[in-house]
């Protein structure tokens, strides 16, 4: 017993530097973008476009990916006539910060970034989130309230739970063993990240934030996400009863655009009034 539990120790600090640590690459950040300084002093960086009227959007990707993810969105507002940010995420693209810390820092960056937006002018500014992004999106109204309106889309309720779901994905071991392997492995990569980076990676609770918050939420999943199950989603949207869940038929993850385009951009539009 004692050496299988230091082996899922083991495999928890190793998931747990994978899961803080992202692969960059590509070319240096062109001159004249977004940059602000966060609270810790990294030099984060992002893509400001439009001439609209309408409003600011702040856009947030997801796990391993940049600003160039939510070039769709952007497209899609800056038609409407909102101005579009959006910023690589701590540990992303063009973005400082040496890790990926699930919400425990990021939802001060979000701060950081209304902050710029209305230095630039913004009065009226807006949230949307990507799976990652949305959780962070959802994690700041604990404390950010300038957001006008929010929409996540398949957000995670927080870290240690989309942990153990994702673990479970990928074990090859039957459904009644999962949680036995995952638990375990999970709460040693916690440790570990508390241990090693001073991270309490259990705090990333998007649930607890919104049970404070009287900004506006719409939440959005896709009931074939395989990778957040929409649990998480169905989960948050208890937690507060003005916040709206729009289960999408046919969509995985982040698919919801793709799968009811219009759909969404009537409900979006409509959210952000």
Known sequence: MAVLLAVLLVLGAVLAENSMHVQRGGPEPPPGIASVTAF????????????GDRGCALLLHGIGDSHLGMSGFSELLMAEGYRTLAPDSRGHGWSGGALVTYGVLESRDVSAWVDWLQAQGCTRIFGLGESLGGSVLLQSLAHEKRLRAVVADSAYSSF?????DRLDQALPFPAWMDDAVTIPAVAGGLLYARMKYGLDLTGTSAAKALRQTTTPVLLIDGMMDDRTPIAHSRRLAQANRNIQLWEVAGAGHCGALGTAPDEFRRRVFAWFH
């Open 40 to 51: 810790d002093g990294a030099i984060l960086r992002g893509v400001f476009d439009g001439g």
């Open 160 to 164: 240690p739970s989309i942990a153990v």
